[in-house]
């Protein structure tokens, strides 16, 4: 397969100005007629014509209405066309319902929908399906069904036939159909200039008691854009369709986002609290991109984290203001590290604006998500908040309407501030995780802490070069109090040193406060000193990452040297989960512990070999401790926290559940899972029930449990995954690929819909010790799934195969069983390029 690279963008050859299309809907036989304005691109010398297509029947083809034959070649065709503006018109037909990749028009029960990004339009019809041709699109689609949407603002429907028109010029990926029998949860906004917009949320009929949440984040989403970033929509409908087949959460198609059904539905009864937060943070995160993504967009996709990192550096600052601040940054940092810095730090590392990629399927990841919306945090605290507010201002001023590089949004913030970017940028350019070593010297009331940076290599880069690391910093006195407030340290070389002068004592460092940078800290510390920090530090992000790093201490001492559970670590946590003055979704989080993965990670960087099952084993003595110490204050908090009054996702409330089933998690250690039996048997929402259901699960007393809760859910595809997921995640690890085995046998596995695959294998994956289980059998089930799964759907089985990506931190054995199925699956005939090109990089 051939490789594209950054540095080889040229321009495109022509332009397009005006798309005419027509849909004739069917399931075998979808035709699609296509009339398309083309003109030279006065900025290209390039001559040839050449539009993408794949897997499209082509019934005819015109220019300015004479029959042309173009010729047919890989991935496209190439026609003689006028040197001048002309028409192109052609006629292709498709077969949705043959469609189970779920890229371009498919079926999803019963109904039509599309998914274009980011390339998918080529499956269509014949375009050029790159991002930085942008075009302004009408549609008319015919089809015997009672709703049929697309882009922009409806034109006139009637008797089997609806007409779009959607004004502001946009790339194909962009482009969206759904026809279907849907119904309608509507609502209404009216714009801060005076725009009166309808909203409507489309589901399949049953599901329409399930919409008031979306709708509600939806208007949330529309007043903060307006009141924080000054954005306005831009439309007179905004549409959202519930979709149950979705490679992946949702697509910001405009005016017309198209959402996996598990990102929109949801009630109290069927949804966890975190689905709903993580409902309205993807509701936010589609309806953002109408601004950053949409009317701004990419000029290829190398530069995708322009609108995905700028995209989830605001959807994280919505759930900030609309949520807890502390507890959100907390949450994203776990992430950060559970999924950015595990693909930082081996065979998958990439820039957040990579260089070159087989299949760009495979770069909607962690490093361009999440590391590029740290990367975005990280200028705004350089640059401070009245620039960042400027620099964005300028941006979209200048760049409505056009298709956009990371030197174009670099430049705003160099105009408005005067700073030269340039050694920022490696941010963009290197890969890998930096480490920050830092050291401390207190002499006549000075202070000093020397900061070291490294990066290590990465595939393709070897060499390191400094970056600019913004490093919050606050100091503590003995007595706890702070004596230095937050201040930004701006690093820039390699070792750099900062001083502060005229402290009476020797103070207690709080270093990279709000986690200001998406870096490794290395800092000689003792328990004593975390616990300090863990009761006074005045930055939640670092009292929380103090609690965590005695966790993680003592965890390693446990494996490492068969050390007992540590004791300062329990007190700790202990008196942090007793002080009712604190937040209880804070207390919620502390009282976690580091997953299985971080531990492997954590030893593994210090030079152990992680042994899966021994992490396991430890994690499980250390909550077993941990429930007999708290014994007491467990009982209190799952009695004092629990929520009398009728069921409301917010905040508030989500917090105390929080609180009360992290008791209930300390109380089912000890009393072979009464209460959490009582409680599953008592839920009145799924939060409750599914949090009870888990630990009943892990106290071995699941099985009447499962059966119940599969019995009273058994028609709701959404919980069923749920009943899906919560077995084989909490499986023993000896059985987890047995548990997995079985329920792909089950009826309702069906390994075409993505949401079930993920949540039965990518659970497996999810389930550390057991699929690492030393008999190979994690491993040999996931390839045979990736296997069957490839011809199926190669985008999902590509995102599964990152399960094997940590291969090279364990033993030989583990090492020599993985690379048999890696290999065995890389020579599965006519294996996709997304998943060769995974597997491939993931070997080495
Ligand atoms: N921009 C979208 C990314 C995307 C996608 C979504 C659904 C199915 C396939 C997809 N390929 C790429 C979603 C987002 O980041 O908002
Ligand atoms: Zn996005």
Same mark, same amino acid.
């Given at each position: ?420 970017? #340039? ?5 963009? #350019? ?291 995954d749920k009943w899906f997921m919560m077995q084989v995640l909490h499986a023993?690890?000896?059985?987890a690929a047995?548990t997995t085995?079985?329920l792909t ?10 949401n079930r695959f993920r949540a039965t294998l990518g659970a497996l994956a999810a389930n550390p010790?057991g699929f ?6 994690g491993?040999?089930?996931l ?17 599964m195969?990152?399960a ?27 294996? #996709? ?12």
């Amino acid at each position: 397969p051939q490789t594209i690279h950054l540095s080889d963008y040229t321009p495109p050859a022509y332009l397009v100005d005006k798309v005419e299309l027509t849909f004739r809907l069917d399931p075998e036989r979808t035709r699609v007629l296509s009339r398309i304005a083309f003109r030279p691109n006065p900025e290209s010398r390039e001559r040839e014509f050449f539009l993408h297509g794949e897997g499209l029947e082509l019934i005819s083809s015109r220019i300015d209405g004479a029959e042309v034959t173009p010729d047919l070649v890989e991935g496209g065709l190439t026609c003689e066309v006028p040197d001048a503006p002309f028409t192109w018109e052609a006629e292709v037909e498709i077969a949705p319902v043959r469609n189970t990749a779920l890229e371009g028009l498919y079926m999803s029960s019963g109904m039509y929908c599309t998914q274009c990004e980011a390339e998918g339009f080529r499956k269509i019809t014949y375009y050029p399906d790159r991002p930085d041709v942008m075009a302004v699109f009408s549609v008319r689609i015919e089809g015997d069904m009672p709703v049929l949407l697309s882009n922009g603002n409806p034109v006139s429907s009637g008797d089997g036939f609806a007409e779009w028109h959607d004004p502001w010029p946009k790339p194909a990926y962009l482009f969206a159909l759904v026809a279907g029998d849907l119904v309608d949860h509507p609502g209404h906004f009216t714009t801060r200039s005076g725009r009166e917009v309808a909203l409507n949320i489309w589901v399949r009929p049953g599901d329409e008691d399930k919409c008031a949440f979306a709708m509600e984040a939806l208007k949330k989403s529309m007043t903060w854009d307006e009141d924080v970033y000054g954005r306005e929509y831009d439309l007179d409908i905004f549409n959202i369709v519930a979709v149950d087949d979705f490679n992946m959460g949702a697509m910001e198609n405009k005016g017309l986002n198209i959402f996996n059904s598990s990102c929109v539905l949801a009630s109290p009864e069927t949804s966890t609290d975190a689905n709903f937060e993580r409902i309205e943070a993807i509701i936010a995160h589609e309806y953002f991109h109408n601004w950053t993504g949409n009317r701004i967009t990419c000029r290829d996709w190398f530069q995708l984290c322009l609108k995905e990192g700028l995209t989830v550096y605001r959807d994280s600052q919505f759930t900030a203001d609309m949520r807890s601040a502390p507890v959100k940054r907390i949450s994203d940092v776990i992430a950060l590290r559970a999924r950015q810095f595990r693909e930082d730090n081996g065979p998958l590392a990439h820039p957040v604006r990579p260089e070159s990629f087989v299949e760009i399927n495979n770069f909607y990841t962690a490093t361009v998500y999440e590391k590029g919306a740290e990367v975005i945090g990280m200028l705004k605290r350089l640059v401070g908040d009245a620039d960042y507010a400027r620099a964005l201002d300028l941006y979209f001023e200048r760049h409505d309407g056009q298709a956009c590089t990371i030197e174009d949004w670099l430049a705003v913030f160099e105009e408005v501030t005067g700073r030269d970017l #340039s050694q920022f940028k490696r941010w963009y #350019s290197q890969a890998g995780t930096p480490r920050l070593k830092v050291t401390e010297n207190f002499k006549d009331g000075e202070y000093t802490l020397e900061f070291e940076q490294k990066t290590p290599p990465t595939p393709g880069q070897d060499q390191k070069l400094p970056q600019v690391i913004p490093i919050a910093v606050g100091l503590l006195g003995p007595n706890g109090d702070e004596v230095v407030p937050t201040t930004v340290l701006e690093m820039t070389e390699a070792r750099q040193s900062f001083s502060f002068s005229g402290l009476a004592a020797e103070p207690v460092p709080s270093i990279l406060r709000d986690f200001s940078a998406p870096v490794i800290l290395e800092r000689e510390t003792d328990n004593a000193e975390r616990a300090f920090l863990l009761a006074h530090d005045t930055d939640p992000f670092n009292k929380w990452e103090a609690g965590r790093a005695l966790a993680r201490e003592g965890l390693c001492e446990m494996i490492v040297a068969g050390a007992p559970p540590d004791a300062a670590y329990l007190d700790a946590v202990q008196a942090m989960a007793r002080d009712d003055a604190l937040d209880p979704a804070f207390r919620a989080l502390a009282l976690g512990l580091p997953s299985q993965d971080d531990m492997a990670q954590t030893l593994h960087e210090r030079g152990h070999t992680p042994d899966p099952q021994a992490i396991w084993e430890a994690l499980e003595t250390l909550r077993q401790a941990r429930a007999q110490h708290c014994q007491d204050l467990a009982a209190r908090l799952h009695a004092q926290y629990q929520v009398t009054e009728p069921y409301r996702p917010d905040a508030q409330q989500t917090g105390a559940r929080a609180l009360a089933n992290a008791a209930l998690g300390l109380i089912s250690r000890l009393d072979g899972g009464a209460a959490a039996q009582r409680q599953f048997d008592t839920a009145t929402n799924m939060t409750q029930q599914l949090y009870a259901l888990s630990c009943l699960l892990q106290a071995g007393k699941g099985e009447d449990a499962v059966a119940r809760f599969y019995d009273q859910w058994r028609h709701d595809r959404l919980v069923i995954d749920k009943w899906f997921m919560m077995q084989v995640l909490h499986a023993e690890p000896a059985e987890a690929a047995a548990t997995t085995e079985r329920l792909t046998r089950h009826s309702d596995f069906d390994m075409k819909n993505p949401n079930r695959f993920r949540a039965t294998l990518g659970a497996l994956a999810a389930n550390p010790a057991g699929f690492h289980h030393a008999s190979g059998a994690g491993y040999r089930l996931l390839a045979d799934w990736l296997i069957r799964l490839d011809p199926v759907n190669p985008q999902t089985t590509a995102r599964m195969c990152s399960a094997f990506e940590t291969w090279k931190r364990y033993d030989d054995s583990r090492q020599a069983l993985v690379a048999a199925e890696l290999d065995r699956v890389l020579s599965t005939p006519a294996l #996709s390029r997304d998943t060769t090109e995974m597997l491939s990089r993931i070997r080495g």
